[in-house]
């Protein structure tokens, strides 16, 4: 266009006011060309090699059972030292040991897990209000608890569900149910229950209870027609000892535990449950 006004009528343009223009906007151009390369290198995150290696270590699941918003983030956590190896349930032992290395320090764990709805209730537990709202666990807690009369029931409405990125939870008969086929123990679930009634037990299990409340006797009666009521015959029924009551509720030893079922089968209330 300059050109073209030149060439045609140089009066109506004054080349200095043209270059002065141009040679102001070439000093900005430059001037902010270096106040961003200056602010750049200030403001830069520093990266950690080990963090990429970590990252590469890890399973890959994103699953947010660590705690964390991915394995990014744990792979970062773990390098401040706020997160520890076995925070991850999904990637192997071998791949642990591998950070381990990266991080310099000794690893001795790699123990499994398994996750289990430590509840039966459901439709035979009683509701102590008909709860009307947003249909989430979480929220139906914040109004007094949640509508079960038991304070350790689940409430069945599947935040689990939403959490679990394997669709191993189905709710059955008002109660959550973990297809440990499905499962791959990231613990998600566990992470995001607010009643607390999925449970972390050692990998070699073979049963569980299911159930989670302190309470015994006709308190429990009364809230709950499947719940433990504390009568201890599976302590007293096991031939290893592998069982202890604990505040009214049994507690087993799985380091004990020879899968002989004997508490299963004498388990008045069928609380105990066999695992596949």
Do not use: W
């Amino acid at each position: 266009m300059l050109l073209y006004l030149l060439a045609n009528d140089p009066n109506k343009i004054n080349l200095v006011s043209v270059l002065i223009a141009i040679a102001i906007m070439l000093v900005i151009a430059i001037v902010f060309g270096f106040l961003i390369m200056v602010v750049s290198k200030k403001f830069a995150v520093e990266t950690d090699e080990r963090e990429e290696v970590i990252l590469g270590c890890l399973a890959g699941a994103n699953c947010g059972g660590c705690g964390k918003a991915g394995c990014s983030a744990f792979a970062h956590s773990l390098l401040e030292n706020k997160s520890q190896i076995d925070d991850c349930a999904v990637t192997d032992k071998k791949n642990k040991e591998k950070i381990a290395q990266v991080l310099g320090i000794d690893y001795a764990g790699g123990s499994t897990y398994k996750f289990v709805v430590s509840c039966i209730g459901g439709i035979n537990a009683v509701d102590q209000n008909d709860y009307v709202g947003v249909n989430d666990c979480v929220r139906q807690t914040m109004t007094v608890g949640g509508r079960k009369l038991c304070d350790t029931a689940c409430l069945g409405t599947g935040t689990c569900i939403t959490a679990c990125k394997q669709d191993a939870i189905k709710i059955v008969d008002g109660v959550a149910k973990i297809d440990q086929q499905l499962c791959i123990a990231c613990g998600a679930c566990f992470n995001n229950c607010p009643k607390s009634v999925i449970s972390k037990i050692d990998g070699s299990a073979k049963v569980y209870i299911a159930c989670s409340t302190k309470c015994r006797g006709k308190q429990v009666m009364d809230a709950c027609k499947v719940g433990c009521i504390g009568c201890g015959i599976c302590a007293k029924t096991c031939p290893e000892e592998a069982i202890k009551m604990v505040d009214n509720l049994p507690v087993i030893d799985y380091s004990k535990c020879v899968a002989c079922y004997a508490c299963l089968e004498k388990c008045p209330r069928k609380v105990i449950k066999k695992l596949d």
